[in-house]
């Protein structure tokens, strides 16, 4: 299985970075564990878009995978409570 490379969109990193110093690493963590497997057990596709999450605590991350060129693009990181609006 070919190891993908990860891309945080530029929001996304924003948002880490607002992250509590403790979660930040957890959650980093979990977004460099996404490389070797996109679909780890766990994750969840989302309804109505195409895309998928994890979940960190109470923090979710949301991502997609593009199969053809390899890559895991985190889309969002946030709270439980505010991760899906938009």
């Given amino acids: 299985m070919a190891t993908y490379s990860v891309r ?9 970075s607002a ?4 979660v930040r ?6 977004i460099a564990v996404l490389a070797d ?3 780890p057990p766990g994750c969840r ?3 109505g878009r195409d895309a ?5 605590g109470a923090y979710r ?3 997609t995978v593009d199969d053809g060129e390899v890559v895991v693009e985190v ?5 439980r409570s505010d991760v899906y609006r938009r």
């Fill in 8 to 16: 945080i969109k530029r929001s996304a990193e924003k948002e880490i």
């Fill in 19 to 22: 992250l509590p110093l403790a």
């Fill in 25 to 30: 690493r957890r959650v980093v963590d979990r």
């Fill in 37 to 39: 497997d996109p679909r």
């Fill in 45 to 47: 596709k989302l309804s």
């Fill in 52 to 56: 998928y999450r994890i979940r960190q």
């Fill in 61 to 63: 991350i949301v991502y």
């Fill in 75 to 79: 889309v969002r990181v946030a709270h």
